[in-house]
């Protein structure tokens, strides 16, 4: 093993965490093939039954769908981002930045929560920024534009791809190296396949790629295949970013043990139950008893003897079925949705209001991912626009309020405030903006931009006016 190749200590500890987080956010089939990693054998269970259980294995993803409805009702609305100074080319590279943002077609927003669900899952997400080389410099700004190679681009790493690293005491990055693999088939004609794996190793200022084919005809080396400035050098810090959940926001940390107990007991139940359908037949007989009992057979009695059937009860499959329902609350208390774990109370609908009070905590905690992912959001692009030298200031809103109200409530709590008739143009100019970009959140950026424009241009026509 080269240098480049070596895993930090951390890595290797929480790596075969992470693997178990990921088959259990993810759920079906996956958990199924690894269920051997998690179903417990029983104390001298024979290996046939234990491989018929194996089999039979079921699993009820709870913190999937949890996981799920976070990430998808903290995005429902796109975040917006509004631009002050700076170059007009600088804001119009940003608004087609947030309509793709990885030259594959990905918006900001999608980019961002495909991120915030792996940190749910795994406790982070690595985001790079880079810019497109090229084999020449350009002699000037307007050459660097026309040729494309300003238009910075993030590409997304999973926690498992950040493989080594070192921190400073600012906790800020001095090195760090990426590796990913990729198994590939050389071509149509060929039977073998190969493994190809990209080292990336970024420091403050520079970056060196490294590669190595294993499989085939190809030998294993690894071979520096890249190197120069990276695309923060002049800002000296590595051009790496972290969606990095605390102890507090990292659900899957909080429930996995949970999802793995409800997992194993849901499990042990089934099968008590499926073997319950099996009744055991049972001879009351004084008699030496020698005849062979099935659906084909018959069976012949003295006089005084009995015949019947043994079959459980059903009081530990209750008491059973009652722990399944506790470890099901639990988890989604412990993910802050204590009020989703079961049905309505009744089978009644709720109302916007009540539902708003039974989410309170829900929506605290909403909020706070919204301002953990704005935050990372802002530094990302702050980094991109002082690469650029753009001056541009970045303001982002939205992501701060759980969508249990509709947009006709909205809309009319914002006409009654305009009817009070305060005297504040930049007020009536924010309830504008609002809603505008509350209702048309799924607009792309560059119409967005537009609308706030007009409103703010509109708004100062009027106080002109007056």
Partial sequence: MTQIDTEHPDYRRLAPTWAMYRDLYVGGQQFKHRAIN???????EPLEVYSERLGRAFYENYIGSIVDWYSSTLFHREPSLQYEGGLESGRKFLSELQDNCDRRGTTLSAFFQDAFRNSLVVGRSVILIDFPRASTAPSNRAEEEASGLSRAFLIPFQAEDLINWSKDDSDCYEWAVLRIKVDKQPDVSSTQRITETIWRYYDRTSYKIYKRIEGGEQPGAIELIAEGLHALANQNRVPIFELEANDTCWLMNKAAQLQLEHFNKSNALGWAITMGLFAMPVIYSDREWNQIVGESYYIQLAPGDRFGWAEPDGKVHQIAADHLETLKEEIYRVCYLSQASGEDEGGRAQSALSKQLDFQLTQEVLRA???????????????????????????????????????????????????????????????FERLALKY?????????????????????SQMEKN
């Fill in 38 to 44: 998690y179903l417990m054998r029983r104390q001298k």
């Fill in 369 to 431: 991912y919204g301002v953990w992912v704005k935050s990372v959001m802002r530094k990302v692009l702050e980094a991109i626009v002082t690469a650029r030298q753009d001056d541009i200031r970045v303001t982002i809103t939205g992501l701060d309020e759980l969508d249990i109200s509709d947009f006709a409530s909205e809309l009319e709590q914002a006409t009654n405030l305009l009817a009070l008739g305060i005297p504040s143009a930049t007020l009536k100019k924010q309830i």
């Fill in 440 to 460: 048309l959140s799924d607009v792309r950026q560059e119409t967005k931009d537009q609308i706030v424009t007009e409103i703010d241009s509109q708004i100062k």
